[in-house]
Protein backbone atom coordinates (compact mmCIF):
# COMPACT_ATOMS: atom_id res chain seq x y z
CA UNK A 1 0.00 0.00 0.00
CA UNK A 2 2.93 2.18 0.65
CA UNK A 3 5.54 2.33 -1.47
CA UNK A 4 8.88 4.65 -2.25
CA UNK A 5 10.70 4.47 -5.40
CA UNK A 6 14.61 6.23 -5.40
CA UNK A 7 16.13 7.70 -8.60
CA UNK A 8 18.85 10.06 -9.46
CA UNK A 9 21.52 7.82 -8.84
CA UNK A 10 24.29 7.18 -10.95
CA UNK A 11 28.43 7.58 -11.52
CA UNK A 12 29.88 11.13 -10.70
CA UNK A 13 33.33 12.66 -10.47
CA UNK A 14 35.02 13.97 -7.14
CA UNK A 15 33.66 17.38 -6.39
CA UNK A 16 30.86 16.77 -8.40
CA UNK A 17 26.94 16.86 -7.80
CA UNK A 18 24.22 14.56 -7.95
CA UNK A 19 20.07 15.19 -6.91
CA UNK A 20 18.65 12.11 -5.90
CA UNK A 21 14.39 12.12 -5.80
CA UNK A 22 12.17 9.73 -3.48
CA UNK A 23 8.37 9.33 -4.95
CA UNK A 24 5.57 7.88 -2.60
CA UNK A 25 2.69 6.02 -2.78
CA UNK A 26 1.43 7.40 0.54
CA UNK A 27 -1.59 9.15 0.47
CA UNK A 28 -0.54 10.92 3.77
CA UNK A 29 3.15 11.92 2.59
CA UNK A 30 2.94 15.03 4.05
CA UNK A 31 2.98 14.17 7.58
CA UNK A 32 6.12 11.17 7.51
CA UNK A 33 9.27 12.01 8.33
CA UNK A 34 11.76 11.38 5.56
CA UNK A 35 15.08 10.33 5.41
CA UNK A 36 18.39 9.22 3.16
CA UNK A 37 20.02 6.46 4.30
CA UNK A 38 22.63 4.93 3.14
CA UNK A 39 24.76 2.14 3.37
CA UNK A 40 28.53 1.17 1.41
CA UNK A 41 29.99 -2.30 1.26
CA UNK A 42 31.02 -4.27 4.31
CA UNK A 43 29.15 -0.87 5.84
CA UNK A 44 26.16 -0.72 8.31
CA UNK A 45 23.39 1.67 7.01
CA UNK A 46 23.34 5.16 8.73
CA UNK A 47 21.04 8.45 8.12
CA UNK A 48 22.76 10.74 5.92
CA UNK A 49 19.94 13.29 6.60
CA UNK A 50 16.22 13.45 7.67
CA UNK A 51 13.33 16.23 7.36
CA UNK A 52 10.08 16.23 9.58
CA UNK A 53 6.38 17.19 8.29
CA UNK A 54 7.36 20.85 9.32
CA UNK A 55 10.56 20.92 7.72
CA UNK A 56 13.11 20.78 10.22
CA UNK A 57 16.58 19.31 8.68
CA UNK A 58 18.80 17.01 10.27
CA UNK A 59 22.27 15.78 8.84
CA UNK A 60 25.34 13.13 9.46
CA UNK A 61 28.36 15.34 10.12
CA UNK A 62 29.93 13.96 7.26
CA UNK A 63 27.69 15.57 4.77
CA UNK A 64 26.80 18.34 6.68
CA UNK A 65 27.10 21.67 4.33
CA UNK A 66 27.17 19.36 0.99
CA UNK A 67 23.92 17.69 1.04
CA UNK A 68 20.26 18.86 1.29
CA UNK A 69 17.22 17.69 1.80
CA UNK A 70 14.24 18.97 1.28
CA UNK A 71 10.66 17.77 0.26
CA UNK A 72 7.51 18.76 -2.20
CA UNK A 73 4.25 17.26 -0.32
CA UNK A 74 2.15 18.10 -3.36
CA UNK A 75 4.68 15.79 -5.65
CA UNK A 76 5.12 13.19 -2.75
CA UNK A 77 8.99 13.49 -3.25
CA UNK A 78 11.19 13.83 -1.42
CA UNK A 79 14.96 15.19 -2.74
CA UNK A 80 18.50 14.65 -1.69
CA UNK A 81 20.92 17.51 -3.12
CA UNK A 82 24.58 16.03 -2.91
CA UNK A 83 27.18 18.72 -3.83
CA UNK A 84 31.63 18.28 -3.48
CA UNK A 85 30.66 14.59 -3.29
CA UNK A 86 33.85 12.53 -2.25
CA UNK A 87 35.23 9.02 -2.70
CA UNK A 88 33.78 7.84 0.55
CA UNK A 89 29.75 8.74 -0.84
CA UNK A 90 29.66 5.56 -2.74
CA UNK A 91 27.04 4.12 -1.69
CA UNK A 92 23.60 2.99 -1.80
CA UNK A 93 21.04 4.86 -1.04
CA UNK A 94 17.26 4.75 0.27
CA UNK A 95 14.89 6.68 0.74
CA UNK A 96 12.63 6.21 4.12
CA UNK A 97 9.22 7.15 5.32
CA UNK A 98 8.15 6.77 9.12
CA UNK A 99 4.57 6.94 10.22
CA UNK A 100 4.17 6.63 13.68
CA UNK A 101 6.58 3.79 14.33
CA UNK A 102 6.19 1.82 11.09
CA UNK A 103 9.20 2.27 8.59
CA UNK A 104 8.70 2.30 4.65
CA UNK A 105 11.64 1.56 2.52
CA UNK A 106 12.44 1.87 -1.03
CA UNK A 107 14.28 -0.20 -2.78
CA UNK A 108 17.69 1.72 -3.05
CA UNK A 109 19.82 4.02 -5.78
CA UNK A 110 23.19 3.31 -6.98
CA UNK A 111 25.64 6.38 -5.94
CA UNK A 112 29.49 5.65 -7.54
CA UNK A 113 31.78 8.45 -7.11
CA UNK A 114 34.87 7.77 -8.76
CA UNK A 115 37.18 9.38 -11.61
Not at 10 to 15: I, K
Not at 61 to 68: I, K
Not at 92 to 109: A, I, N, P
Amino acid sequence: QVQFVESGGGLVQPGGSLRLSCTASARLFSIYTMGWYRQAPGKQRELVAAITPGGSTNYADSVQGRFAISRDNAKNTVYLQMNSLKLEDTAVYYCKGRMGTTDYWGQGTQVTVSS
